[in-house]
């Protein structure tokens, strides 16, 4: 079991509990977001990388050359 | 500019912990300023601190993130958020014994009025790899008007903050 660690800053007492059900929860509800998240930013950059492919095609140069045109 | 920075509470751990708070803060400063260096168990090379006040999840924070490696620089936003993000630590897979360090400032937290939160935070792996080696920038902000009475932080992938991980609370006295 997870632990939790509270500091009470009035009275300096250290407690140390498992964390509750609704504790829990927050965690696998943050977990979730975090999972999503990674997928959203993987998504957008995959969708990035195809349209940067794809212009390069039209253009007829490489990602190099493109660099140049902007350095 | 600040009169006094007073150390509230200290907490070093002895074990490893999914969470730690520090709870009945004294409403007794004008801002409080955090220290943290943690590591985590998180099963890669950066975990993503979190955290929260009052208890309070649901939808009541956003956080814009600014991170840089030396090579890649990544900007974002969070809204209607269940927590704050609070910049990268260092997980189970970076080098060995190295944490990350963070300040997070959080200016007049009795007031009532929404709770703006800066966080600068760095995750470094002592390796000449520059991709492991994060600097954060972090605005974040709380719709929570009442004052902040604790401060719970926790990982993003509930993972847990290993052993000396280390969080400091100060508060600050403008008078």
Redesign the interface.
Known sequence: M???????????E?T?RD?TAE?IA??????A??EA?RAA?EAEAATKAIAKAELLKRLGITADEAALLIA | MANTYTLIQAQTLTTSAASVTFSSIPATYTDLVLRVSARTDYAGPNDLMIMTFNGTGGTSYSTTTLIGNGSTVVSNRTTSAANIRNGWVDGATATTSTFNNAEIYIPSYTVSQNKPVSNFSVAENNSASAADAYINANAGLATITAAITSIAFASINASNFVSTSSFYLYGIKNS
């Open positions: 997870t632990k939790a660690i509270e500091v009470n800053c009035t009275t300096g250290v140390e964390l504790e927050a965690q696998e509800a943050a977990q977001q975090a998240d930013a």
